[in-house]
């Protein structure tokens, strides 16, 4: 059964940091590019960082250039959205995402998963 759990998620006051988790199982981690996603009220969901399956470049939002930071730890299958800086315009349900390109004997496949969500507001 494939899982993408975010954790870390919570009320923080301008300038504060925020260190997101999503665990995943059920799937092989360290094949899937992985991002982050987020959703405010009232608005469409917005890619805010990504990272490709095994080296390469990351990629952010201008938003949110040099104020996040997207990790991943394949030993762990998990990957980190390190937020610092926050402003309340940050505020917005987070979520986890996984996509990978599958090839097999009978063909090629987008396969991808969601996280749940995690909320983080930024307010004082």
């Known amino acids: 059964q494939v899982q993408l759990v975010e954790s870390g998620g919570g009320l923080v006051q301008p300038g504060g940091s925020l260190r997101l988790s999503c665990a995943a199982s059920?799937?092989?981690?360290?094949?899937?590019?992985m991002s982050w996603y987020r959703q405010a009220p009232g608005k469409e969901r917005e890619l805010v960082a990504a990272?490709?399956?095994?080296?390469?470049?990351?990629s952010y939002a201008d938003s949110v250039k040099g104020r996040f930071t997207i990790s991943r730890d394949n030993d762990k299958n998990t990957v980190y959205l390190q937020m610092n800086s926050l402003k309340p315009e940050d505020t917005a349900v987070y979520y986890c995402y996984a996509y990978a390109v599958v090839v097999t004997t009978e063909g090629r496949y987008d396969d991808d998963y969601w996280g749940q969500g995690t909320q983080v507001t930024v307010s004082s």
């Open positions: 059920g799937f092989t981690f360290s094949a899937y590019a």
């Open positions: 990272m490709p399956s095994a080296g390469g470049s990351t």
